[in-house]
């Protein structure tokens, strides 16, 4: 596979991050000559930007390769000008990152692309000392790289850190300090749900390159998460957008009052990404078809007029029912059950199709705290600030559950 020709030119932002003080169409007068220097591709110019102070520059749009299972998808990514690929460990039970490897290895283009790889820590290992703590994380990592036939990645992930106790557990923190040094990795990052509360303890630790943060236009309402990623930007940590569509346009859920109007993937997208503090977002198709139509916001985020009718349209936000993790609910259960994670899981399980990730995470809930503690309950009065309708998604996690659908 040939590269193709590049062409590299800057161009000057006058009017900088104004426009978005001013409403997303503002974007529209100069969405298309924003960014750092354009490379040419196949596809047309594609913007690019720096991701923080790892002196990085990536295209705007990567691939978040998690529900991915066709190699063919990869290549055709590089093909159209993709440089950043994101896996985990966890994900398809480590056959991702096999795939992601095999992939990278065939083109024989490792020197051209940033692979990022992520370790969560289960709930059992929370209780491990700071020396076993590290010492698995390091082995977990050993066994990524394996996985992915590399000696490094460019960015390792401590993963789905969702709480501010946990984003400074000393085991994991010590093991990418270890495991950067050693060359295993060459940043270091984190990646959390709870948007606010774990970015805000990211910033004041200063040993993160960057974050890997949950954004999509259903928080266009929340200036506390948006400062605060804005906030995560300026002090030098590179920002990653993920969950950028709000769990997908796939609703296969019975029970929706009215169903979802078209869904604008591409306003969606544009719209994350008209955000200057977003380096680059890693949307996650499965099809090629997904992925043309991700990769065409690359070059241009001016909004069509089908698009701005699309984002005026408030509906959307309280028919995508997207949890924003920020845990409210939670005091309203009796039982502290851990609501964020199951509608976490409904997400994976009925949206994206993904019942390893949704099995994975249910799994990974305290006794007593996960869907067990649900069925004992004849109905739910958890109540979400936004628009989430909680008792369904959980009664609909019950019907999957029923058997062996989930714990298979």
Known sequence: MKDYPRRSFLKTLALGGAALKL??????????????????TASGPVLRRTLGKTGLTLPIVSMGVMNADVPGLLRRAYELGIRHYDTAAGYQQGRNEEMVGRVIKEMGVRDKVI??????????DRMLSTADGKARFIENTEKSLQRLQMDHVDILYYHAVDSVEHAHAEGPLEALRTLRKEGKTRFIGISTHKTVDVIGEAIRLD????????????MAHDNGILSTIERASKSGIGVIAMKTQAGGSVRPDAHLPTPLPPVSQTALLKWVLAHDFVTTAIPGFSTYEHLEQDFS???????????????????????????????????????????PVLMRSHMYAVQYGNRD??????????????????????????????????ARKIGELKALTRGTALYA
């Open 207 to 218: 040993m993160f390159d960057v974050v890997l943060v949950t954004l999509n236009y259903t």
């Open 23 to 40: 409403g997303p169409f503002a974007w529209d007068a100069f969405a298309a000559t924003s960014g750092l220097p354009i490379e040419t």
């Open 297 to 339: 916001v690359a070059s241009n985020l001016a909004y069509s007029e089908d698009e701005k009718k699309f984002l005026a349209d408030k509906s959307f936000t309280a028919l995508a029912e997207f949890c924003q993790q920020c845990g409210e609910c939670r005091a309203a259960c009796p039982k502290q059950v851990e609501v």
């Open 357 to 390: 990730m949704a099995r994975t995470l249910l799994a990974g809930i305290a006794t007593g705290q996960g869907l067990e503690a649900c069925r004992s309950c004849d109905g739910c009065s958890v109540a979400c600030r936004n628009s989430v309708q909680v």
């Open 115 to 124: 692979i990022a790889t992520k370790e969560a820590v289960p709930e059992h």
